[in-house]
């Protein structure tokens, strides 16, 4: 299963199976950068696969970027795996559509 995350110029791509194995190195990462940033964007169009353990943890980061009042982007609508989950879950909230990388 090949994953990865990677910055590519402040925004944050997920790469890959984004499954229960690699969940808490997820949530583990954007938990480190939730303390550090304002604003995080998380981009979701390169993931191949995505299971509930991974829609815990976007839930996860949502709610603690809320809590903290930070920004959370979200991007990645157009990725039909993703989307299809997230729909079935209720979680299409979490996507932005705003975001502009100057």
């Excluded at 996860?60 to 903290?68: D, L, M, Q, S, V």
């Amino acid at each position: 299963m090949n994953f990865e995350i990677i910055n590519n110029r402040g925004i944050f791509e997920i790469h890959g199976d984004f499954t229960n194995v690699h969940a808490n190195q997820v949530a583990n990462y954007f938990n480190n950068l939730l303390d550090r940033y304002y604003e995080i964007v998380i981009c979701l169009k390169q993931v191949k696969h995505i299971d509930c353990a991974a829609l815990n943890v976007m839930q996860f980061i949502a709610a603690k970027a809320k809590r903290r009042s930070k920004v959370l982007f979200v991007l990645g609508k157009d990725n039909s795996c993703v989307n299809k989950e997230f729909r079935k879950h209720d979680l299409t909230n979490i996507f932005r559509n705003d975001y502009d990388s100057k």
